[in-house]
């Protein structure tokens, strides 16, 4: 019986010492984010939430106001994200960031708490731009300085041969990226965008189309395509061919 009380006191230390630390444990962190808890791929754990916050918001507020320069070949282009208007739930992911683990159920809380020092966890706020036409003039203006017309390809017949006068692509600003990287760019995902995003632009008719047709072309050159209708008779060449194709 001694020795069944002896051991019963030992757990019951044990758990009361476990217990203790645990206590301390949640007030040393009152105030802090818990280990494993990062805001924009930043490891916050064990950092006041009240200083996160005043950090990201001023980080934020610098890249809303400061005038952004992106770089197209020898060109610096300027865009002025302030106008758009953005709007950041950067507050609201940082309260979300603290609230994990903190649901005051200890079984529960224990399992997120101990999720979080071996997986850890990535907030990310999100942007929306208010006045998202500032953004979409001032892209409209970036893009007719960089724009370039594709060029399509030419068939040229002569008497014996025919023959191809290749094409090139032409290049646009890839305004579906650009505004994402605006937005990820404020909401402190990644760091200035200095590349303007372009796309090509595919021409008409391309280098690899032309030869399928000039294949073609040479076929009915040797051999013209003809075309019956009682007494009338039509005669297809390669140049009427490729009107037709054209």
Do not use: C, M
């Amino acid at each position: 019986f001694r020795r069944v009380r002896f051991v019963a006191a030992f757990v019951f230390f044990l758990l009361a010492l476990v217990l203790f630390f645990y206590l301390a444990f949640l007030s040393f962190y009152q105030d802090k984010f818990f280990p494993g808890i990062k805001i924009t791929g930043q490891n916050v754990g064990g950092q006041k939430v009240s200083e996160v916050l005043d950090n990201l918001n001023a980080k934020y507020k610098t890249r809303k106001d400061e005038l952004l320069n992106l770089i197209y070949q020898n060109q610096t282009l300027v865009l002025n994200l302030n106008k758009a208007l953005p709007e950041t739930n950067l507050q609201e992911v940082i309260q979300n960031a603290y609230s994990k683990g903190r649901t005051g159920n200890i079984p529960t809380d224990l399992k997120e708490q101990f999720k979080l020092l071996t997986l850890n966890q990535d907030f990310s706020p999100e942007v929306k731009f208010n006045n998202y036409s500032a953004v979409a003039s001032q892209a409209d203006l970036i893009n007719q300085k960089i724009r370039r017309e594709p060029v399509p390809a030419q068939i040229i017949f002569s008497k014996d041969t025919i023959d191809i006068t290749p094409s090139s692509d032409g290049i646009e600003l890839d305004y579906k990226n650009l505004s994402t990287f605006l937005k990820d760019y404020l909401a402190l995902k990644n760091n200035p965008p200095t590349i303007i995003p372009t796309k090509l632009i595919q021409p008409s008719l391309t280098t690899a189309k032309a030869k399928k047709y000039i294949k073609i072309l040479e076929a009915v050159k040797k051999s013209p395509i003809k075309l019956h209708s009682g007494n009338d008779t039509w005669t297809i060449d390669e140049a009427t061919l490729y009107s037709l194709l054209d």
